[in-house]
Each structure stands twice: as structure tokens, then as C-alpha cells.
């Protein structure tokens, strides 16, 4: 049995095959500003790149969204990519895989299962770091709240009400803080002059203070988010994934640290590690979900 995960990102999207006699995998940028459906062009370019020569059927199919997608199929919102607001996510990918079970869900609750898996821990708290902040809590070997009731919004969990805009409107969430883009521009401000997300990295590796604190500020806010959902579920595990946490090194220790040092006497706070698949989480999320699709 072949299937395919797409994890739909921000700025890429990754595609891998699962079973069959090869894996194939493919990495592609979305086009900087562009339409959904010039996306959706890219999408399907990419995916028929990767297949083209493949011998077995792909029986099933997996995505990964960090946009929200009501239950008749319909994207309601997305704000890295306004243009997908409205768009029929279920007819798109039924016509991309006509011949194949299609299922998609949430990125970041599709990498609490995968890193829950990878694991053997039935109680997992996943945060994932990149272009925004996504989330994912697993009780007892099941998504919590559950995809009928929605997706855990942990990215717009409010960590400082003082804090800045974040693009849902309100101050202070956890993405506005502490997502890839909103550390950067934060290491900018502190520098006085534009941060790839390279020089980051080599600032944090050389201890200067600009990249020291503005990716401490992220910790700290990341931290919070962590307790909070420490005093209200007790996970056994905090996960801290995505592809910003995961290029820039000690990130998650520094979290680890400063949600330790935030604990009440008596109750201690779950393991806080990185993600034991890196920036793979979603990917590899995707592919279970696929294999479920075709075993559901």
C-alpha cells in the first residue's frame, strides 16, 4: 500500500510516500505572493513530479493544514495566505486525487500524534515553532479537543495582554510573540538592521546579545504557554517542533529551563524535549493520518 503525506506549510510545503518499494520525498516553496490557485498550480506541478514514474496505485493521501477549515470544506481562514479564505479545500484535493482517500487536519495536531507515537506516551503536549505557532494536545492516545470540536489553538493562547498585535486581531497571543517572523523582527529592532533567519542562528551560536534576548523573549513566552497547559491537562511530555525551533540550537532546553523555573512547589511540570522528529512532525502526522484514511 502506497500512501502520501503533504504537510502544507507557510512558506513550503513537503510531500512524502510512504510504503511501496520507494520513498520518495520533495520539498517546494510556495510562490511569494501569489493566488490559491496559482498555489494549487505548484501543488499539483510538484505532486505529479514526485509520482511520475511511481509503479504502485497511491491509495490514500494525507495533509497537514496550518489553515482553518471548517466542516463542510470550506478554508475560513488563513492569514499567511489570505487568498485561500473561501476555498473549497475539499474539492480541490478530490480533484488533485481522484482515485485515492483523502483526509486532512490540523498541522499541529497531526504532529502531536506523530510525536505521541514516536514516543509511546499516550499524554503529549506539541508545540510547533515556525512561520506560526501551532499546537497539538494528546490525552490518552486521543486528539484533544477533538477535529469535531476544532483544533487546539495554542498559538493564540494570550501570554501577555500588553503584548503585541498578533495578526488575529488581539494582543499578547503566544504567536505574536514567539513565531519565526515575530522573532526575527524582534532581532531586528535589537540589532538595528534586517535578521536572516542564518544570522540568527550564528548570532545565537556567538552569544550576542541581540539574538541572545530576542530569542529568549520567545522562550519566555513559550514557556508560559507550556505551564498554563501543564496546570490544565498534565501532560507526561512537552514537545517543542517546527522548523524555526528546530535550525536554532538550545532552543528547546532554554524553554525547558524557564518553564521549570515557573513551576509551583508540588507540581512539577511535564519533560519539555525537542520534537524526536524535528521539523518532520506534521510530515510524518500526515502519512499516519493517510494510512488511517485507507484502514478507515
Not at 501543488?43 to 513530479?49: D, F, G, H
Not at 480541490?92 to 509511546?120: K, M, Q, T, Y
Not at 501551532?134 to 487546539?152: E, F, K, M, Q, Y
Request: charged share 20%; net charge negative; proline share 6%.
Amino acid at each position: 500500500m502506497t500512501v502520501l503525506g503533504i504537510d502544507v506549510g507557510g512558506t513550503k510545503v513537503a510531500l512524502r510516500t510512504d510504503g511501496g518499494t520507494t520513498v520518495r520525498s520533495a520539498v517546494f516553496p510556495w510562490p511569494p505572493t501569489s493566488s490559491a490557485a496559482d498555489d494549487l498550480a505548484a501543488l499539483t506541478n510538484n505532486v505529479r513530479a514526485l509520482l511520475d514514474d511511481a509503479q504502485e496505485p497511491l491509495e490514500a493521501v494525507g495533509v497537514a493544514m496550518p489553515a482553518t477549515v471548517g466542516p463542510d470544506g470550506l478554508v475560513t481562514t488563513w492569514p499567511g495566505r489570505p487568498s485561500w479564505t473561501g476555498l473549497d479545500l475539499r474539492a480541490a484535493l478530490h480533484s488533485l486525487f481522484p482515485r485515492s482517500a483523502v483526509r486532512w487536519a490540523d498541522d499541529g495536531d497531526l504532529a502531536a500524534l506523530a510525536e505521541a507515537d514516536e514516543a509511546g506516551c499516550q499524554d503529549v503536549v506539541y508545540v510547533g515553532v515556525g512561520t506560526g505557532i501551532g499546537g497539538g494536545i494528546v490525552l490518552d492516545g486521543r486528539l484533544c479537543p477533538g477535529t469535531a470540536r476544532g483544533s487546539c489553538e495554542l498559538g493564540h493562547v494570550i501570554v501577555d495582554p500588553e503584548g503585541p498585535r498578533c495578526g488575529c486581531g488581539r494582543r499578547g497571543c503566544v504567536q505574536a510573540v514567539a513565531s519565526g517572523p515575530a522573532t526575527l523582527s524582534r532581532a531586528a529592532r535589537l540589532r538595528g538592521e534586517p535578521v536572516s533567519f542564518a544570522e540568527l542562528a550564528e548570532g545565537l551560536r556567538d552569544e550576542r546579545d541581540w539574538a541572545v534576548t530576542a530569542i529568549g523573549e520567545s522562550c519566555d513566552a513559550l514557556a508560559v504557554a507550556i505551564v498554563n497547559l501543564n496546570e490544565l491537562v498534565r501532560p507526561s511530555l512537552a514537545v517543542i517542533g517546527g522548523g524555526f525551533a528546530d535550525g536554532l540550537p538550545g532552543f528547546a532546553a532554554t524553554v525547558a529551563d524557564r518553564a521549570h523555573a515557573l513551576a509551583r512547589p508540588g507540581h512539577p511540570v511535564a519533560q519539555v524535549r525537542a520534537a524526536a522528529l524535528g521539523g518532520l512532525s506534521s510530515l510524518r502526522g500526515a502519512v499516519l493520518l493517510a494510512r488511517g484514511a485507507h484502514s478507515g
